[in-house]
């Protein structure tokens, strides 16, 4: 790997480890607080960790409020409506548990009970930095890495663009037997939105020397692990490597950013109504191979990640199809549906290139400018290589 410059931090501190959520109450109590509101959904309802979390907290002196209706892919007026509650109940702190959507409602509740009005007050269009009341994030899959990120994403009601908020967690609370029980279809997409992060992380315009490690470490600890994940949710071993690779990349692409995948996976969920793992999966191919044609060296550090050989003589183009072919193989065995099988039609697909570009600005964070025809031709490819 060849060393990089650039500014490098990590935005929240982390509690790792199987167990750690039993630690949650003394994380409430070292805030100064004792009325957590905790943020979830119907699935980590369903899951049981809800209670579990819940049962933990009342045990150790906490006297936590439950709020159970996040919804996938909020809007501002679902957010608003969840600060609202939050509020009437005078709440001193809030815990986010889930995936991407009730970590980032959780953010934004944080934001709401320091500051007055709705959330849409405070989006990133307004310049704001709104300060906040202690969030704890305690996520149940591996995949978003919203617990690292410091901006929280939310749709805005009406136009369904998607639009966020600066705000962050004050500390995560990582606990691999909280993901024992995601379903396949869960470990898949979630595994591969990491995956996502680790490989634009990378392959972006923007390295610096700590993204690189974690998004390499992350990109080894999927590549030998989501399968088997797949295979066998119960192993607790695996859960945590992904945790662990998630959270390494969602630390990196914090820093970098990420590019022309995430645009376009960004596009094709809300076009085709389908979840941001999964979406975003369909990139995954030509993002290597674009980033091997670019950069050599960088594909023979990914490929060397995933425990794949390389001849000494391989031209980028060589070791981009290697990448590519291998990233297919995996989203194979874990069962992902082409776009073709998920009827998204392939002009239709393409089609979303200009919309992509003005709606992402991070769009441009590649080494080289992707021009919109070469753009419109790796869509192509995304759709045309994984059938
Ligand atoms: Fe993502």
């Not at 945590?240 to 998630?246: D, F, G, I, V």
Request: net charge negative; proline share 5%; hydrophobic share 40%.
């Amino acid at each position: 790997m060849e060393i990089t410059g650039g500014r490098y931090e990590q935005e929240c501190p982390v509690i790792f480890g199987a167990g750690s959520v039993g630690k949650l109450a003394d994380v409430v109590k070292g805030f100064g607080c004792l009325k957590p509101f905790v943020v979830y959904d119907a699935g980590v309802k369903a899951a049981g960790a809800a209670e579990r979390v819940m049962r933990i907290l009342q045990e150790n002196g906490c006297i936590p409020v439950g709020y159970d209706d996040v919804k996938p892919d909020p809007v501002d007026t679902d957010v608003t409506e969840a600060g609202e509650k939050a509020r009437k109940e005078d709440v001193d702190c809030v815990i986010g548990m889930g995936g991407g959507s009730s970590m980032d409602t959780a953010k934004m509740v944080s934001v709401m009970l320091d500051n007055p009005g709705p959330i849409s007050d405070y989006f990133l269009s307004t310049g704001k930095v709104p300060s906040h009341v202690p969030c704890i994030l305690v996520p149940t899959s591996s995949g978003t890495g919203s617990e690292i990120t410091r901006v929280a994403v939310v749709s805005e009601a009406g136009t369904h663009a998607k639009g966020g908020v600066f705000a962050s967690g004050n500390i995560a609370v990582l606990d691999p037997e909280l993901t024992l029980t995601c379903p396949l279809g869960v470990t898949a997409n979630s595994g591969f939105d990491a995956f996502s992060h680790a490989l634009e992380s990378y392959t972006s315009g923007a390295n610096d020397p700590m993204s690189d490690v974690l998004a390499l470490k992350a990109i080894e600890l999927i590549a030998a692990n989501l399968k088997q994940a797949c295979d066998d949710g119960s192993d607790v071993e695996r859960r945590t490597k992904l945790m662990q690779a998630s959270n390494f990349a969602g630390i990196a692409f914090s820093n970098t950013g990420v590019h022309f995948g995430h645009a376009f996976g960004h596009q094709l969920g809300g076009h085709f109504g389908v979840g941001h793992g999964l979406a975003c999966s369909y990139t995954l191919g030509e993002v290597a191979r674009f980033g091997a044609e670019h950069d050599p060296q960088r594909g023979r550090d990914i490929a060397e990640a995933m425990r794949l050989c390389v001849s000494e003589n391989a031209t980028g183009r060589e070791i981009g199809d290697l990448l590519a072919d291998e990233i297919y193989r995996i989203m194979r065995y874990c069962g992902i549906p082409s776009m073709k099988e998920k009827n998204f039609g392939r002009e239709e697909c393409i089609g979303l290139a200009e919309e992509a570009i003005a709606t992402n600005p991070f769009y441009y964070n590649t080494p080289v400018p992707v021009s919109v025809e070469k753009f419109k031709e790796l869509i192509a490819k995304m759709w045309d290589n994984y059938q």
